[in-house]
């Protein structure tokens, strides 16, 4: 048996050493990278090949990758690499590491051409000068051959390792029994429709109700998909933390059903979590757990795959025990990990290290994105950025000298924009030419400077600037029909006018499009998915895409559902809506005193009712969600939701409790929904609407009604949670009896014909 691994990740394995160090960064984007390759391609003669796919072996190994291009004529091969900013400034180890991938695609290109000799460059491209700097060396196919070898060598024993794992996983995998004695209603639906989308190699896109067991049906599906599918890794993406939590667990769970199942698990945290010294810079001359980090890497790596469950905690505890970075050594697990738990951003984000992974490996992937819903509006901040005027003038008072021209330049830019054409609607046509070159010359300046500073002498602020002017110029190249561009005044700055520039991305789908591309099958799940072609256009899924709505376990005499269509929630009816609805909360607790949510579309209207409950009713315990509520207020809030108590609990429509959390039993008996959720009528929406009228026919209800309802079928859900739960829900407005939110409500919701007179 064989095992096969790409030329970068066997020379990372065995020529990366020394120091962590991101001096060198940020580095350019997968579609910078493919860019400047591109560019140097077309620079070279007829008789110049690219992309050069190449393999060859070593005892059990199979190395294969693709050499960036090969001139004929010059017998030279070339490994590209696209960069910014001084290459003199450059660590020695990532030269090294370059030569040594540009040794083994040598010694492959020879033996595949019976080459006897060859030059190989290194040819690195500025993106922003697009100059290029080439080093030449002469070899010896015999010598390029030794390199391999030993390469190879240093592999070998970690590949026996890698391939006694992966035949025991698969072994085991084909083996797997769910591991509870049954599937509860609708949850072998969704499992088989995750396995099936793995073994047909497309998309699911699956609504599934609260409470059925999602994620373990997901996990464990896709995880049976593994062997028969040749997957080399899962990946299973949230929103939110909790969501990471409840991946781990249903991996936990599957462990122990399956003793002898050797599952390797990481779970990845955002850099800022994970950092240890958030002081310092990310090189060896500032942080210790940077200093040396590749030399003792090995020893970190091979402890936690033993553990195999690994945990942010666990990964963070073997990193400060072998004094390496917590973030970067989950990095580096998730490489030889069978799951990996994240957030959405690994691999739906322009600079998604999963993504960037997987094609660089050429990794086989099931994706699994639970609370699908919630991915739209994060795709669109995702692919947006915005820069400030005001902030750039802040940055440029304590600037060094030799950047402050190339500010100056950047802030007269802001003129150009004001007088760029603009449309109908107040966005502007396009970036000015003269706007974009200076904030090209402004971000090289920047990168200069910093990789000239002193260890630990980086501002802050114009650290954050310069990072901002990266992602917007990013944006900018990539500006087309899906964004819009937005300048917003913001009054005095300094005593002169400032104004803040946005790209504002509205349709995510040609972003997303390739990422969906880049997995055997990804499967997008969550209790709010309807209607499913709003997603497969937002999206951009193939159009293969299966589609199911999963049966629920729970029936209409479980849950009460009543519209209230005497009140209006509208914004011209709030202040008379008050007392009904503090009076309709009143009158339903004194039939049965227990624990109810009540929500609202913003936290003016939450208080204003609040304030007119607790006056009316002062006998009936009230908390109510406030604005910036942190970690430990939220759990406070959500511990008031005892079992046997009672109370009115008062949130914001769409907020931290509106999703995600989970009041079994009589801990939540009931729900009021005091608004249908529909976004604020304001400049940015009504652009969205247009050019989703334009795009699908559908402005209105995939700008405003869906979004809306989503957020309400989410909030209603946290009454009915398992089959023994009983509750009732009020929606208030008479706009819930309209067919068209009706189309939109779960099937299985059932509205008690006197509630609707």
């Known amino acids: 048996m064989q095992y096969t691994v790409a030329v970068r990740t066997l020379c990372e394995f065995t020529a990366k050493r020394g120091d962590l160090d991101l001096r060198f960064t940020p580095t350019p984007t997968a579609q910078e990278g493919m860019a400047g390759h591109q560019l140097v391609a077309a620079r070279r003669g007829p008789a110049y090949e690219t992309e050069i796919s190449l393999r060859g072996e070593f005892e059990q190994l199979a190395v294969r990758g693709r050499a960036d291009g090969y001139d004929g004529v010059l017998n030279r091969l070339e490994e590209i690499k696209t960069h910014r900013g001084d290459l003199a400034r450059q660590p020695a180890n990532h030269r090294h590491l370059h030569w040594a991938q540009a040794k083994v695609y040598g010694w492959l290109i020879c033996q595949a051409r019976g080459l006897q000799q060859l030059t190989l460059a290194l040819v690195y491209f500025d993106i922003v000068t697009q100059q290029e700097t080439v080093f030449e060396e002469a070899h010896s196919a015999s010598s390029l051959q030794a390199f391999f070898e030993a390469c190879c060598r240093d592999f070998l024993a ?223 901040a995702m692919y947006s950025a915005d820069l400030d005027q005001s902030a750039l003038r802040a940055v440029r008072s304590t600037a060094p000298a030799a950047v402050r021209p190339a500010l100056d330049k950047l802030n007269r830019g802001w003129n150009t924009l004001r007088k760029a054409e603009k449309r109908a609607d107040g966005t502007l046509e396009a970036l000015p030419a003269s706007f974009l070159t200076a904030l090209k010359n402004a971000s090289a300046a920047l990168e200069s400077h910093f990789a000239e500073a002193a260890p630990g002498s980086a501002d802050a602020p114009l650290q954050q600037f310069y990072f901002d002017a990266l992602a917007f110029h990013r944006l900018a190249e990539s500006f087309g029909a899906h964004s819009v561009i937005e300048l917003t005044e913001q009054g005095a700055g300094f005593g002169k006018p400032a104004a803040t520039v946005r790209i504002q991305n509205l349709i995510p789908a040609s972003f997303l499009r390739p990422r969906f591309a880049a997995a055997r099958s990804v499967t997008l799940f969550s209790a709010t998915l309807s209607p499913p072609r709003y997603y497969l256009d937002m999206l951009g899924l193939p159009d293969s895409t299966a589609w199911i709505d999963v049966e629920s376990p729970f029936g209409p005499d479980q849950l009460e559902v009543q519209v209230v269509r005497r009140i209006s929630t509208r914004f011209a009816d709030r202040e008379r809506s008050a007392v009904p609805i503090a009076r309709l909360i009143a009158d339903r607790y004194a039939v049965q005193a227990g624990n109810y949510l009540a929500f609202f579309s913003s936290f003016d209207y939450l208080e204003l009712v609040a304030g007119e409950f607790q006056r009316r009713y002062p006998e009936v315990p009230v908390w109510t969600q406030v604005r910036g509520m942190d970690e430990g207020s939220r759990q406070a809030f959500l511990d008031r939701f005892a079992p046997g108590g009672a109370g009115v609990g008062f949130a914001v429509l769409g907020g931290s409790f509106g999703e995600g959390i989970d009041l079994r039993g009589d801990r939540l008996v009931g729900a009021f929904v005091a608004t249908l959720g529909l976004p604020q009528v304001n400049a940015r929406n009504e652009q969205l609407k247009a050019r989703l009228d334009d795009v699908f026919g559908s402005g209105y209800d995939y700008t405003y009604l869906v979004p809306g309802i989503q957020k309400v079928v989410q909030a209603a859900g946290r009454v009915i949670r398992t089959r023994e739960d009983k509750g009732i829900v009020y929606l208030i407005d008479d706009r819930f009896a309209r067919p068209a939110v009706r189309e939109l409500l779960p099937s299985w919701w059932r509205v008690q014909p006197e509630a609707l007179g």
């Open 158 to 380: 970690w590949a026996q390792q890698e391939l006694a794992h992966r035949a025991g996983r698969d072994q085991a995998l084909a083996a797997l029994s769910f591991p509870h004695p049954a599937f509860r209603t609708g949850q072998r639906e969704l499992a088989e429709s995750v396995y099936r989308g793995a073994a047909t190699g497309r998309c699911v896109l699956a609504q599934a109700p609260t409470g059925i067991g999602k994620t373990i049906a997901t996990v464990f599906s896709m995880l049976k998909a593994a062997a028969p599918q040749a997957l080399d890794k899962v990946f299973y993406l949230t929103a939110k933390s909790t969501g990471r939590r409840l991946a781990l667990d249903a991996a936990q769970q599957i462990r122990h059903a399956a003793p002898g199942l050797p599952l390797r698990v990481v779970e990845l945290v955002a850099r800022n979590k994970a950092c240890e010294h958030r002081d310092k810079a990310c090189h060896g001359d500032a942080c210790p757990l940077a200093k040396g980090f590749y030399d003792r890497l090995p020893a970190a790596r091979a402890e936690s795959l033993q553990s195999a469950a690994m945990g942010a905690e666990a990964v963070r505890g073997v990193a400060l025990k072998h004094g390496v970075c917590p973030y970067y050594l989950g990095q580096e697990l998730s490489r030889w990990a069978d799951m990996v738990v994240g957030d959405y951003n690994y691999w739906f984000d322009g600079s998604a290290m999963l993504h960037a992974m997987t094609l660089g490996d050429e990794l086989r992937v099931g994706v699994l994105a639970d609370e699908a819903h919630n991915l739209v509006e994060r795709a669109r």
